[in-house]
């Protein structure tokens, strides 16, 4: 299973993109190894320990050509260059962040800069098709009043999207997931859902994209 979750910040994705592994796990037996979420900055949450604040400082202070540089090795590098059969992987954000929030909060990427962030989307996303063409995008979204509403109520450390902001990148990550190469869409609303609504939401929609090992995990787990 190779799946992209996208949205806003604040919409849910990191928190559904635990769900999901626990859901696998409990369903199908197996779980993720890794989750891939390295592309809301200055915390690209490496794998092992946190990075620490002094790690973090040191990063925000790179310049914006010096991160545009480390960030296009990092996306390259989470897109597959070879047959990914049987192979399964759960990121967020990766290129559709990047092309959002690159020349939005960043000071890269923008129309005709080095390291254009929609023309390097285009070519992951080329690659994705080549190599990874099970891949499912799962837009989350929420409307703009509960996005602003738990930006109030649980504000993140590192805080990158301004409300002011909020339904104009809503409908950047709208559009992203409208216009992508990647055939296999889904849409998730965390608005009024719980967390177990949610995964209930994407276990039913992620059904006819199994293979037929995973739908056979999920049947025996249901028959339990």
Known sequence: MRLILIGCEYSGTTTLANAINEWTKETMGKEFTLIH???KLPDTKPHGPELTETEIAQFAALSPRMTEVIQRHNLYYHTPAESSSGEDFLGIGIHIDEAIYGPL???YGGP??????????KNLEHRILKFAPETVLILVKASPEVIAKRMKENPHKYPLVPEKDIADVLQRFEEA???SLIRVKITLDTSTATGDETVADFAEKIQPYLTESELMRLLLSQGK
Do not use: T
């Open 37 to 39: 979420d390295h592309f």
């Open 105 to 107: 909060y960043y000071g």
């Open 112 to 121: 005709g800069d080095m390291g254009d962030r929609q023309m390097i989307a």
């Open 177 to 179: 997931h409208q216009n």
